[in-house]
């Protein structure tokens, strides 16, 4: 097989074949358990990426203190988030899917992400993750193992979270910024403005080397559970009676 269409098949089916109906327990238990993984392991460093993008600065915003607190009440809340994103991704793609049109994959791939959760990260992390998956999958001859995803999906969440971090501060500095300023308003392009006249560039990418580092082991955790795990019901479910 050569060409675009023949990698681009490979998001779809190892045999570039129809895209099969994801299993509805698989996708939601899956990433449920994808999403609570992540949390319990990286909480603790987003909450360091936070305090470094503070106004205020690391030590003054509570330095290493604290780092752990809050950690099971997220992990809770973030199991039904992340199956649900997990369950609309996979049906919007699958949906979405036509044989006659696989060059347009990347552009479904950002709609399903963008149905699932509406946020410049997804739009960025996922298609580049289908994308490193299907051209890994081309070059080996087979779809690729949950370890392989895993991989990939902390490359695809590393890019990701390096060009979207000037948004993340702005974020950062929206909400903590003081009740009343132009700031809390919740102007993104103002927040993003006031951060390039006191800092330029260095303040717009401030927190950047932690949150790859974050997001990157965050989307092998992730993406590599997601993958597993799906991969386990499927199978256990082809096996039942």
Request: charged share 10%.
């Amino acid at each position: 097989m050569t060409g675009f269409c023949s990698v681009a098949n490979y998001i779809l089916d190892p045999v570039c074949g129809a895209m099969e109906q994801p299993g509805f327990t698989a996708s939601l238990v899956a990433g449920g358990v994808a999403g609570a993984s992540v949390d319990l392991i990286l909480f603790p460093l987003d909450t360091i990426k936070t305090r470094l993008q503070s106004p205020q600065g690391f030590y003054k915003a509570g330095g290493f203190h604290g780092i752990y607190a809050g950690v099971p009440s997220a992990a809770i809340g973030s199991f039904p988030n992340a199956a649900a994103f997990f369950l609309t991704y996979e049906y919007v793609k699958w949906f979405l899917y036509t044989d006659s049109s696989s060059y347009l994959m990347p552009m479904k791939h950002m709609l399903a992400a963008s149905a699932g959760e509406v946020i410049p990260f997804s739009l960025v992390q996922f298609p580049l993750w289908e994308f490193l998956k299907a051209l890994w999958s081309w070059r080996q001859e087979h779809v690729v193992d949950s370890w392989q995803s895993a991989v990939c999906g902390a490359f695809a969440g590393g890019f990701a979270a390096a060009v979207t971090t000037p948004l993340d501060v702005a974020k950062t500095r929206i909400m903590l910024a003081k009740a009343g300023s132009s700031t809390a308003s919740g102007n993104v392009l103002s927040a993003l403005q006031g951060v390039w006249r006191s800092q330029g560039l260095a303040g717009l990418f401030a927190g950047v080397f932690p949150r790859m580092a974050s997001i990157s082991l965050g989307g092998f955790i992730f993406l590599g559970a997601y993958d597993q795990t799906r991969g386990l019901l499927s199978e256990v479910g082809r096996e039942g009676p």
